[in-house]
T-cell receptor, first 112, second 115 residues
Framework: RKEVEQDPGPFNVPEGATVAFNCTYS??????FFWYRQDCRKEPKLLMS???SGNEDGRFTAQLNRASQYISLLIRDSKLSDSATYLC?????????????FGQGTTLQVKP | GAGVSQSPRYKVAKRGQDVALRCDPI?????LFWYQQALGQGPEFLTY????????KSGLPSDRFFAERPEGSVSTLKIQRTQQEDSAVYLC?????????????FGPGTRLTVT
């Protein structure tokens, strides 16, 4: 079983839809949480960090539930340009390196 | 400003050949990471440098994999006697310092195909 689990999708949604991605992690030592975005054949880029209090950046909202070891990403009013793979990522507090542990990624395709 | 660069962008190797992949991190970034991304999977950690010191190599899959960063800037990932299962995209990332609070910036990757 992988340390970070995501539904690989693909999620096919129309423009303007709201879509939610979920992720679970198994190591309770995980201390930092992120969502990265990866376009086809490109490098991953940080989308947003995730905090226990929840955080919002425009149309994107991320939530963390430490008790359930569950992370979510909500995208409202989807745009064609949101089509990409979304990677759920954790980092352990016990690691001073900051090495990242990635989920498999969830593919989103937004259609006109 | 210049981001992380990697070369070559594509490499085809015959099984058994040795390959060397180069990473130029962002200038001034102390931390450097190598990740391996197989098709349809998320990246997996290989190794970590702080300046020239290799502090974590727990993700290297076998002793055929070797990484170095002798002067604390450019890094090379070497794979000896390549196998088909080594086919993947090798991503390099750098950050200002160690620890998760510093964002990692990824290079475009080297796509290695072993035939």
């Amino acid at each position: 079983r992988k340390e970070v689990e995501q539904d690989p999708g693909p999620f096919n949604v129309p423009e303007g839809a709201t879509v939610a991605f979920n992720c679970t992690y198994s190591n309770s030592a995980s201390q930092s949480f992120f969502w990265y975005r990866q376009d086809c054949r490109k490098e991953p880029k940080l989308l947003m960090s995730v905090y226990s209090s929840g955080n919002e950046d425009g149309r994107f909202t991320a939530q963390l539930n430490r008790a359930s070891q569950y992370i979510s990403l909500l995208i409202r009013d989807s745009k064609l340009s949101d089509s990409a793979t979304y990677l759920c990522v954790v980092s352990h507090g016990s690691s001073n390196t900051g090495k990242l542990i990635f989920g498999q990624g969830t593919t989103l395709q937004v259609k006109p | 400003g210049a981001g992380v660069s990697q070369s070559p962008r594509y490499k085809v190797a015959k099984r058994g050949q040795d390959v060397a992949l180069r990473c130029d991190p962002i200038s001034g970034h102390v931390s450097l990471f190598w990740y391996q991304q197989a098709l349809g999977q998320g990246p997996e950690f290989l190794t970590y440098f702080q300046n020239e010191a290799q502090l974590d190599k727990s993700g290297l899959p076998s002793d055929r994999f070797f990484a170095e960063r002798p002067e604390g800037s450019v890094s090379t990932l070497k794979i000896q006697r390549t196998q088909q299962e080594d086919s993947a995209v090798y991503l390099c990332a750098s950050s200002l310092s160690g620890g998760p609070k510093y964002e990692q910036y990824f290079g475009p990757g080297t796509r290695l195909t072993v035939t």
